[in-house]
């Protein structure tokens, strides 16, 4: 706004301000009156003010003020130096009121500062002006003035700021009709950078409720970590982007303390979660010791800083404790991105290298925007922001994050799969060893009561049937027909007997076994029979194991089979025929009168018999006329 001064017509006026010119002629940079009444929106006072610095405990008194060297203009045009953040600016301009009424106006020096100080000089002396602010929620960065009508004065304010490498000098004068306006437009100015910074955080809150689950579910300490990182993190971007531009003790607090020891914390559990992430204790010995430095750095410099803060007046190291760490910090990082491509051959180590590649280089360039804001002054709008390439670095490491999380769970969930098919392979192992070991116990059960039988019975047997001979030798003419019938039925006692030790004895579990069993008794069961036996069994047969349960069966049927033709089928010829081909089947066949099939008894119990015996074995069983009468068993081998 064009300059305006009081040179109204009025001689009081003009008296005033001739005798201020004049008893500032020592000191041109501060002889201009600002007219107050003129100031219709906001008024720059960067060249129309004095400034000097003062030490942090010099106070601010008129003959300070005479004896200091005020230097025309601000004398630092961007942010405050380092070394003198710790001191005290103090600023030096003239207002008038030109008006026929009393008038008022907002000085807002700036941001950021802890106390304002306003001081009107009167006849050599400094009067401490009062602390009057706006009614408005970002009221301690501005000061009212007010003037009585034709009134001018010197004005000196004593600024002090708080501790951050961002202060800037830039004192304004603000209509107090357009304060309101002029407050929102400075809150709109990074809109843009505030609404990105918003639907960033949002995704921050969705890891962090992603984070909590998994970790309530699994109890993964990983995650718990992660929701540290994510929270901290969010929380210093969400309360910059809330706070930045406002002057409010909460802001101050931010900016000064808050946002260093939040992105630290959040570095922390990042460093946490990644030692456990990558169970790097087992598997990257290297990255655990390199986290463990990290995180004990982190410590050593929270207390630093801390301490100096609070307890010191010393910023310059202050600010060095928090560079240092930052540097400290890009170079671990460059660290873990050299350690990643000597291990590129893991996948989700290459997922964790693009993403900290990301985060490194924008992080860097945010930083060096901060430093040096020309960087990006010919870019437009929200690309101005170093806080947005920060965040920009932020998301990318967030969504390589979340492909190595998928990956990693990919790799679980087959891990996990195996491992479901290794215990699940191992119970069936036990299941059929608890099989064999029962099945073995029953094998040593049944030889042992085939032995028994083979012993006690056999030999008892063996006795009747010989001393039922010695009797009937020694009846030489008239003998019982109850001694023959003794005789005959020890011998069919014995032979039953055989036959249950046979199927008994584990040692004879093989078709061949089996095989040669049938053609043994056939021949012997046909042997003082009318009828002649034909056995034809295959030139080799497979050797090949058969329960004693299912040989026991398979003889008992045809065991039935014979002795119904040599009750029943008037034949002359009885032929058994095997053949071995996946299946074992027996085809028994006569050449007598065959078989009535629809004529057959209703109690006819031998073939039932067959027939179940067949079917609890997982076989069949066939019969049919056809000259003669032929039977076919079967059974799977599988």
Not at 34 to 54: C, E, G, Q
Request: one cysteine or more; charged letters at 20%.
């Amino acid at each position: 706004m064009k300059k305006k001064y009081c040179l109204r017509p009025f001689l009081l006026c003009i008296l005033l301000y001739f005798l201020s010119y004049y008893s500032n002629a020592q000191d041109s940079s501060a002889k201009m009156y600002i007219d107050i009444s003129t100031v219709k929106l906001v008024k720059s006072l960067s060249k129309d003010v004095a400034s000097a610095y003062f030490r942090h405990d010099e106070e601010v008194s008129a003959q300070n003020v005479k004896n200091k060297l005020f230097s025309p203009g601000v004398i630092h045009k961007r942010t405050v130096p380092n070394p003198y953040v710790t001191q005290k600016a103090v600023l030096k301009f003239n207002l008038c009121n030109s008006s026929d009424s009393a008038a008022g106006i907002y000085f807002f020096p700036g941001f950021y500062y802890r106390s304002i100080n306003l001081y009107r000089l009167e006849q050599d002396k400094l009067f401490p002006i009062s602390r009057v602010l706006p009614d408005n929620p970002d009221s301690i960065g501005y000061r009212y003035i007010s003037l009585a009508a034709h009134d001018s004065v010197t004005i000196f304010a004593e600024l002090v700021f708080i501790k951050t490498y961002i202060n800037t000098i830039r004192p304004r004068l603000i209509n107090k009709e357009y304060f309101n306006s002029f407050v929102n437009d400075l809150h709109s100015t990074h809109n843009e950078s505030e609404l990105m910074t918003y639907i960033f955080c949002g995704l921050l809150l969705m890891m962090i409720l992603y984070s909590i689950a998994n970790f309530l579910q699994g109890a993964n300490r990983e995650f718990l970590y992660y929701s540290g990182y994510a929270f901290f993190i969010g929380t210093m971007l969400l309360t910059k982007a809330m706070f930045t531009y406002h002057t409010s003790y909460l802001s101050y607090f931010l900016e000064e303390y808050l946002d260093f020891i939040m992105q630290v914390l959040g570095i922390m559990f990042y460093m946490a979660f990644m030692r456990k992430y990558l169970a790097t204790k087992t598997d990257h010995p290297f990255l655990y010791k390199l986290y463990n430095t990290g995180i004990i750095m982190l410590i050593i410099s929270l207390a630093g800083y801390t301490l100096f803060h609070y307890l010191t007046n010393n910023f310059i190291a202050e600010n060095a404790i928090e560079n240092i760490t930052k540097g400290l910090l890009l170079i671990l990082t460059l660290v873990f991105l050299v350690y990643s491509l000597r291990h590129w051959q893991n996948k989700m180590m290459r997922y964790l290298f693009w993403g900290n590649l990301c985060l490194f280089a924008f992080a860097l360039f945010s930083q060096a925007i901060i430093m040096n804001s020309s960087l990006t002054r010919p870019l437009p709008g929200i690309l101005k922001s170093s806080l947005f390439y920060y965040e920009l670095g932020l998301f990318l490491e967030l969504v390589f994050f979340l492909m190595a999380l998928n990956h990693k769970n990919m790799r679980q969930l087959i891990a996990q799969a195996r491992e479901r098919e290794r215990l699940k392979a191992e119970n069936q192992m036990k299941e059929y060893e608890k099989e064999l070991a029962i099945f073995k116990a029953q094998q040593q059960e049944r030889e042992r009561i085939s032995a028994d039988i083979h012993d006690e019975l056999g030999s008892g047997m063996t006795a009747i049937r010989l001393m039922s001979e010695i009797a009937r030798n020694k009846m030489q003419g008239n003998i019982p027909s109850e001694i023959d019938k003794i005789s005959l039925s020890a011998d069919e006692v014995l032979n039953k007997m055989n036959a249950i030790i046979w199927s008994m004895n584990s040692g004879n579990d093989t078709i061949d076994n089996l095989v040669s069993y049938i053609r043994a008794y056939a021949l012997e069961y046909f042997e003082n029979t009318p009828i002649s036996c034909v056995v034809n069994t295959p030139e080799h047969i497979l050797y090949k194991e058969l329960s004693g349960d299912k040989r026991r069966n398979i003889f008992l049927c045809v065991k039935e089979t014979l002795n119904n033709a040599l009750k029943h089928s008037k034949a002359s010829q009885v032929s058994i025929d095997f053949a071995i081909d996946g299946y074992l089947i027996i085809k028994i066949a006569d050449n007598g009168i065959g078989i009535d099939l629809k004529n057959i008894r209703q109690f006819a119990n031998g073939l039932k018999n067959i027939a179940r015996r067949m079917e609890s074995i997982g076989g069949s069983f066939e019969i049919d006329s056809n000259k003669g009468t032929i039977t076919i068993l079967s059974i799977p081998l599988t």
